[in-house]
């Protein structure tokens, strides 16, 4: 289950990734736009907004963030002055278009999906002729939030109760989504960018975390465990989250720490990865130029 409310809160950090990808596409009139793992609809409004011209679909599986975007289109807001924009519950994996796409973007979703690179593989096939496919994916799952989470699930407390919660995940390196399109016939400007986030409010990591990676675990705890679990996460040391988290700056550039440290004692930051990927059926895209050599020199052998 998700709570839409949860998930807004930090939405200018969590769209950033949506928007530079978006940036990216070249579409100037598409004629259907869909974006799959839409969530409450926001930036679904946002692709609106781009392309009037457009019908807009927004996708999600689920039965709250479908009812949270339906609600945003009668709330009087610009999104209700989106006549073409419209949100459907229904798996992306099940998901077809009725006609050819002129964009495809999925933004933080397939880490929710099992086994998603085959679905990946099938979208550049959904396309229309000079059509774009963005998607996004977070790289985090190295990242200490993320090894707490697989930690604390294995350990012998809380195995039983957590062993059939499906925690997101990549599908693999970002080399295998590179083969996954490739093995589709498709060109791919693939890049990564890394985000520091500097974030407000109190336990505002947690609070992050509580929106998306660790909600499927509360889920499934009754709300006491669901508070001892949350209590763990939390505890300073090897496993705590300010060791993962960053506090007071361990991952902030020293120049804005200085800047802002004084007025913010109690600074905490998160570090995001983003996987980013764009594929056109018009033309040859080049790669982007942030991957390590060796990748790079694999890629242009
Ligand atoms: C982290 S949110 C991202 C929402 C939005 N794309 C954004 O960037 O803000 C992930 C969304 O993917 C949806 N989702 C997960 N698995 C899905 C599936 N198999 N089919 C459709 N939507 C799915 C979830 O319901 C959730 O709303």
């Known amino acids: 289950m998700w709570d839409p409310g949860q998930y807004r809160r930090f939405a200018g950090e969590r769209s950033r990734p949506f928007f530079e990808l978006l940036a990216r596409v070249g579409a100037t ?6 974006d799959l793992g839409c969530g409450p609809g926001d930036l679904t409004a946002a692709l609106a907004g781009r392309w009037p011209g457009a019908d807009v679909v927004g996708v999600d599986s689920s039965a709250e963030m479908i009812r949270s975007a339906q609600a945003m289109l009668s709330a009087g ?3 209700s002055r989106c006549s073409r924009l419209r949100f459907v519950q229904a798996d992306l994996r099940a998901w077809r278009p009725g006609k050819p796409a002129g ?33 996004q994916v977070p790289g985090n799952f190295d990242q200490p939030s993320h090894r707490i989470l697989r930690d604390l699930t294995a350990s012998p407390r809380w195995r039983p109760l957590l062993r059939d919660v499906q925690l997101n995940r990549q599908a693999g390196q970002p080399a295998d989504y590179l ?5 589709a016939g498709c ?3 693939a890049w990564e960018t890394t985000y520091l986030h500097v974030l407000q409010g109190t336990d505002p990591v947690l609070e992050w975390y509580k ?13 006491a465990a669901a508070r001892d679990f949350l209590a763990e996460v939390r505890r300073p040391g090897a496993r705590g ?11 902030v550039p020293a120049g804005v720490r ?3 440290a004084p007025l913010t004692p109690a600074l905490a930051g998160y570090r995001s990865l983003s996987l980013n990927f764009l594929v056109t059926s018009a033309e040859i895209r080049g790669f982007g130029s942030s991957w390590d050599s060796p990748f790079q020199a694999m890629l242009t052998r």
Do not use: K
């Open 29 to 34: 009139a598409p004629g259907f736009v869909a």
């Open 77 to 79: 807001g610009p999104a």
């Open 103 to 135: 964009v495809i973007v999925a933004n933080a979703v397939l880490q929710w999906v099992p086994e998603h690179l085959a679905v990946v593989a099938s979208w550049p096939g959904m396309l229309a002729s000079g059509g774009w496919l963005a998607f």
């Open 179 to 183: 083969a996954a399109l490739a093995g």
């Open 187 to 189: 060109e791919v400007d």
């Open 211 to 223: 929106g998306t990676g660790l909600r499927p675990v509360l889920a499934a705890l009754e709300p």
């Open 241 to 251: 989250l300010p060791g993962g988290a960053v506090r007071h700056g361990a991952a």
């Open 258 to 260: 200085r800047r802002i």
